[in-house]
C-alpha cells in the first residue's frame, strides 16, 4: 500500500519533532560525568650517578712523577748573577775547594755524581753545596743533569773542564831566577844541570801526599 503523504504542515511538525527529539539526546549525554583521565605516571628518575672510582696508579705512573724544584733552582730564583758568580764559603780556600771538585769528578768521568754524595764528602752542607755547582755551573767548569733518584728529583754533576791551577809550579825557582834571562838549554845555565830545579824537584817528591 502507498504511503499517505503527509501535508506540509504535518511534515514540519514531524521534522520538529525528530530534532527536539535529539536535542534531548544531547542534554541526556551532557550531562552525564565524563570519566577522568588517569594521570599518567611520571617516568622514574634515574639513580644518581655512582662515583667513578680513583684508578689505581701503577708502579710505572708512580715512577714518573712531574719535576719539582729543586733546591738549586730555588737559589737561583732567589739570587742574582752577582751573588752566584761571587759566592764565597767563610774561612775557605774557594781555588783550592774547586780543584778539589774537578778532582773527584775527574775520577767519575762521564758517569758523573751525585751532588749530594759529593757534598758530604767535601764536608759541606747542601746550601753552600748547592751555591757552589751553581758558580761552577756559571764558570763553565761543571755541567748538571737534572735527574729522578729515589723519588726525588736531583743532579749529577759532570766535569765539563778542569779549571787552570798554578799550585803545581808555586815555587818552582823559575820563577826568581835571577839569571833566567841567560837560561837555555844548550847554554852554560842550562835547566839540564840546575841545582835550584834539582833541589825544588826533591823538596815536592819529599812532601806527604793529601788524601783525597
Not at 735527574?147 to 787552570?164: A, D
Request: proline content about 5%; some cysteine.
Amino acid at each position: 500500500m502507498a504511503k499517505k503523504k503527509l501535508n506540509p504542515q504535518e511534515e514540519a511538525k514531524k521534522i520538529q519533532a525528530e530534532i527536539d527529539a535529539l536535542k534531548e539526546k544531547a542534554k541526556i549525554l551532557d550531562a552525564k560525568p565524563t570519566k577522568a583521565k588517569k594521570p599518567t605516571k611520571a617516568k622514574k628518575t634515574t639513580k644518581a650517578e655512582k662515583p667513578t672510582k680513583a684508578k689505581k696508579t701503577t708502579k710505572k705512573e708512580e715512577e714518573v712523577k712531574p719535576e719539582e724544584k729543586t733546591l738549586e733552582e730555588e737559589l737561583e730564583e732567589q739570587l742574582t748573577d752577582s751573588e752566584i758568580e761571587n759566592f764565597q764559603i767563610e774561612k775557605v780556600d774557594m781555588e783550592k775547594l774547586t780543584a778539589k771538585v774537578c778532582d773527584i769528578l775527574a775520577e767519575k768521568e762521564s758517569d758523573g755524581m751525585f751532588q749530594s754524595e759529593l757534598w758530604k764528602k767535601l764536608k759541606l752542607t747542601s746550601r753552600d753545596g748547592s751555591r757552589l755547582a751553581l758558580k761552577l755551573e756559571r764558570m763553565g767548569t761543571i755541567n748538571r743533569e737534572k735527574i729522578l733518584e729515589k723519588g726525588r728529583w736531583t743532579y749529577k754533576l759532570i766535569l765539563k773542564k778542569t779549571p787552570i791551577s798554578t799550585q803545581s809550579i808555586e815555587n818552582a825557582p823559575c820563577l826568581i831566577c835571577p839569571v833566567e834571562q841567560k837560561c837555555s838549554l844548550d847554554g852554560e845555565i842550562s835547566p839540564r844541570n840546575c841545582q835550584l830545579i834539582e833541589d825544588w824537584v826533591i823538596a815536592e817528591t819529599k812532601k806527604p801526599k793529601k788524601a783525597k
